[in-house]
């Protein structure tokens, strides 16, 4: 009787054992995929290769990232008056699903000169779902961002930063980069101001891509700071695109 009551308890065991064996297998080939440096891709480019006239060269200044994910609600409109400010061109990686409630603040992004990206409908870890899901969390996203202002996004951020050859390559059909991070302030563990202003700046280098979601309390309030100290600090900030350039970003790759 004894040995019947254990096999509850040993199925269990064994069913968590094989589900974090899943977990650490697809982290670790996530880890594997190849990533691109901004910089290496710009070395690439034709030497005689210019960039688009009026348009920073990150080959001959030190150039850096700011990157923003999640929904474009409040308080977005509080950090695009910072951001313009301290003339700080940045790229904003959406959540389609609530898109249409907040039409200004995205079409206010596109018009202030930031760059739009693509961050999946319901932001959802696309490692985990079918290749039609992965379709249709970034099609139906890059969908309604064109309703608003007019064209698709060439970039995407996986949530989570989760990606595979089956991402890869429903990104690459749906001529979309993937672009991942170099600095995280971790802002969605922490409303630490201060913590996460410490967490940027000690990160922060060259060509470096910077992750933060402007809806955790903390990052607005951090941003004055973060950006007062990267421009003393001698660092012209770009989208990634800009950031790549004059090289462009390829679709199905993944840039760090």
Known sequence: MKILKRRPRLLILLTVVAAVTVTVVMVIQANKMETLSPREERDRAASGAGVPSGQVDCRKVQ?????FDGNPGEPTDRLMDLLKEYKAPSTFFLEGRRIHKFPDVVRRIAEEGHEIGDH??????LTDV????????????????????????????????????????????????????????KDYETDDTALITERVLTGADRDGIILLHPLRKGTVPAMPSILKALSKQGYTFVTV????????????????
């Open 241 to 256: 695109s800009q950031l790549l350039a004059p090289a462009e970003a390829e679709p199905g790759k993944i840039y760090k």
């Open 63 to 67: 150039c850096i990232a700011l990157t």
């Open 130 to 185: 079918s290749d039609a899901q992965i379709r249709d969390e970034l099609r139906r996203t890059a969908r309604a961002i064109a309703s608003i202002t007019g064209s698709e996004p060439t970039l995407m951020r996986p949530p989570q930063g989760r990606t595979d050859d089956r991402v890869s390559k429903v990104s690459k059909e749906l001529r979309m980069a993937q672009v991942l991070w170099t600095v995280t302030a």
């Open 120 to 125: 999946t409908w319901t932001h959802a870890v």
